[in-house]
C-alpha cells in the first residue's frame, strides 16, 4: 500500500497570510514615513515665507509676494485710474526703454516685478509739449499717499509714498530686502519751449496687498 505524505495547508494559507500582512504594513509605515517626511518639508517651506500673522513676509519679516507682471495700476490723489503697465526693456544699442505712447506707463522688466523683494521701477511720461502724460502731476504725490498695482496673478500691491524729490536724479535701485516702487517721469519729456521736464522721483514700500 503507497502511503501518501500529509500537508497541513492550513498552516502554509496561515503563513502565506501573515507574510502577505507583514508586507503590506511595511509598505504602509513607509509610505506613512515617506508622507510625513514631504510634508514637513512642505511645512518648512511654508514658514520661510509666511510671517506669524499669515501675510508673505521676506527674509526680516517684512511683507513681499512671488514675481508677477504689473498690469496696471492706481494713483488717486493725481487722477491715474486703472492706467496700463506694459515692459521696458532695454534695446539693442544698450538703451533702456520708455514708454512708447505719451499715454502709457512702462515697468522697467529688469527690476523686480511690484511686490517682490526690491525695487520695482515704473516710468510715465509727464508731457510732449502740448499733450499731458499721465504722470504730469506726479510730484504733487505727498508721503502717505496711495500706488496700487494690479498684478498678472490676480493680486494687488498697496504701497506708500514716503519720499518725492523734485527735481532728483534717479538712482539704480539698491538690493533691499523689502518690496519697494519708485515711480519716475521718462527722462526725455520736454515743455512747449523744448525745454527737458524736471526728473520727478517717488519711493513707496509695499504695505498692503489684496486679492
Request: neutral net charge; glycine residues 10%.
Amino acid at each position: 500500500m503507497t502511503i501518501w505524505p500529509v500537508y497541513d495547508m492550513r498552516v502554509k494559507r496561515v503563513r502565506v497570510s501573515e507574510s502577505r500582512r507583514k508586507c503590506g504594513l511595511g509598505s504602509l509605515f513607509a509610505t506613512a514615513a515617506a508622507v510625513t517626511v514631504a510634508l514637513g518639508g512642505v511645512l518648512a517651506c511654508i514658514d520661510l515665507v509666511t510671517s506669524p500673522t499669515g501675510r508673505p513676509a521676506g527674509a526680516g519679516g517684512e511683507l513681499v509676494l512671488a514675481e508677477s507682471r504689473p498690469l496696471a495700476i492706481d494713483i488717486p490723489a493725481i487722477g491715474v485710474l486703472d492706467q496700463a503697465v506694459f515692459a521696458l526693456r532695454v534695446t539693442p544699442g544698450g538703451k533702456q526703454e520708455v514708454p512708447a505712447t505719451i499715454g502709457s506707463l512702462g515697468w522697467t522688466a529688469s527690476s523686480p516685478t511690484p511686490g517682490e523683494p526690491g525695487t520695482a521701477v515704473v516710468t510715465g511720461h509727464s508731457g510732449f509739449g502740448y499733450e499731458v502724460g499721465p504722470f504730469k502731476r506726479l510730484k504733487e504725490l505727498k508721503a502717505g499717499d496711495t500706488i496700487t498695482v494690479r498684478r498678472e496673478d490676480g493680486r494687488r500691491a498697496v504701497f506708500t509714498a514716503y519720499r518725492v524729490d523734485n527735481p532728483g536724479p534717479f538712482e539704480p535701485p539698491k538690493e533691499t530686502e523689502s518690496a519697494e516702487l519708485r515711480l519716475t517721469t521718462s527722462p526725455d519729456d520736454f515743455d512747449l519751449h523744448g525745454d527737458y521736464s524736471p526728473l520727478v522721483v517717488v519711493s513707496a514700500k509695499l504695505t498692503h496687498t489684496s486679492s
